[in-house]
């Protein structure tokens, strides 16, 4: 099976080509979100050296929005050309370790919390205020590793450790495992807002 794996939901990028569990390229870069140049001159390489994939995995989040988004986008229309099986895992599930927590800032204030053990969200990921998940997070047994994928200084016992593209594309193989199918979206923390024209917003 030849499984192309995406991941862009945080700073670090990364991509996958596996073919039968055997490595043939893993490639990470500083993802800037605001340019997606590196991930596309990436994307180009591989599928240049290697073809077209049988199973495009994405990571799905919950992280940055837009990043997410590209990696989707970019998925779909490598499987409309390649026929390719798609697939989508929250990104929080392909950090290298058996049984962790990751936190990350939601904005407003806000905080989520994710539990994962052996690669499945058993928690959440839910909102906190700060208080709130200090309160989760000193609650946790002393064994349990913390990971966040930015700078999260109100929290000393987090760590920086990001998703992986490579773990993503082992995933995968995993024919027990649940995985979402198309349509993909990233994983929303909130409802989606919509701003709705002012016609419409004075005629409510």
């Not at 229309?77 to 990751?102: F, H, M, T």
């Amino acid at each position: 099976m030849k499984i192309l794996a995406l991941e862009l939901s945080t700073a670090r990028g990364s991509l996958a080509w596996l073919n039968d569990t055997v490595d043939l390229v893993v490639v990470e870069w500083p993802n800037d979100r605001k340019n997606s140049g590196a991930f596309f001159e990436n994307l180009a390489q591989v599928q240049e050296q290697f073809g077209s994939p049988d199973t495009i995995i994405v990571g799905l989040g919950p992280g940055s929005y837009a990043g997410t988004r590209i990696a989707i986008s970019a998925a779909i229309g490598l499987q409309a050309a390649s026929k390719a099986r798609l697939l989508g895992l929250p990104s929080i599930c392909a950090i290298e370790n058996r049984d962790y927590c990751v936190i990350g800032h939601a904005r407003r204030q806000s905080f989520f919390f994710a539990r994962i053990r052996n690669q499945e969200v058993i928690e959440g990921p839910s909102l906190f205020s700060e208080a709130d998940l200090q309160s989760k997070l000193d609650a946790l047994r002393d064994d349990v590793p913390i990971f966040c994928s930015d700078s999260l200084p109100q929290f000393p016992l987090a760590v920086i450790g990001y998703p992986s593209a490579e773990l993503l594309a082992r995933l995968a193989h995993d024919s027990n495992r649940s995985f979402k199918l198309p349509p993909l979206e990233p994983i929303y923390l909130r409802e989606p807002h919509i701003t709705l024209p002012k016609a419409q917003r004075i005629a409510s």
